[in-house]
């Protein structure tokens, strides 16, 4: 994954982005050119992303699928910050030790960050949390939110989650999902940069899960 690292809390100070988007550390600069190499992407195969290929969004919260262990970490760390965590490390083991500076999770986090997990579980062995359905619901959110906010087609949306238009009515109908989130402009066909660059947030969550 690309190097840079996220702050404790999900907060950061940085630059200027598009209108919905939340403020970044500068380490999140690389996430301009992965936004751009997935523009190139989309737009030469002409066709939409696949939910796992959209990142966590930054304004993700505790909800159906996190574990206990996810909702504490969320309390100290910052919720998208726990599910970036869980993303890239969900299903290892790993030693918490008492020194920041070599925190398991370095490749993801920041100094504070890694402090705060090293005062909170140092000493301990972490059985990270898999999350896989957290993680979809975070990224099925804000495909909804797009629908509501009339960015992307209900097809086109069914195409994205790999469901029936029957389900994702339901989903729109029926639940509240994705009502609170910033509205996913990067699962259009052509998403502008501005908008895919809103969408996308620390390039170093990984994707795959």
């Known amino acids: 994954m690309a190097g840079g690292q996220l702050g404790r809390g999900d907060s950061g100070a940085g630059q200027a982005l598009a209108p919905g988007a939340r403020a970044m550390t500068d380490a999140a600069v690389p996430a ?40 504490e ?3 100290h760390i910052g919720a998208y910050t726990t599910l970036c965590i869980v993303a890239r490390y969900g299903g290892t083991q790993v030693y918490i030790g008492r020194d920041p500076a070599r925190s398991p999770f370095a490749e993801v986090v920041d100094a504070a960050t890694a402090a705060a997990i090293a005062d909170i579980y140092g000493g301990n062995r972490l059985l990270v949390p898999v999350g896989r359905v957290a993680i979809a619901r975070a990224r099925r ?7 509501r906010a009339k960015r ?6 069914a195409k994205v989650l790999g469901t029936s238009r029957t389900y994702l009515s339901h989903l729109l109908n029926e639940t509240d999902e994705g ?19 809103a969408l996308l947030t620390d390039p170093r969550c990984d994707r795959r899960a």
């Open 32 to 71: 301009l050119s992965e936004a751009a190499a997935a523009l190139d992407r989309w737009q030469a195969r002409g066709r939409l992303p696949r939910l796992d290929e959209l990142p966590i969004p930054a304004d993700v919260r505790p909800g159906p699928g996190w574990t206990q262990q996810m909702t």
């Open 73 to 75: 970490m969320a309390d």
């Open 141 to 147: 959110a804000v495909v909804l939110a797009a629908v």
């Open 152 to 157: 992307i087609s209900g097809a086109d949306a």
């Open 179 to 197: 009502c609170a989130m910033e509205p996913a402009a990067a699962v259009s066909r052509f998403p502008r940069q501005g908008d895919l660059f």
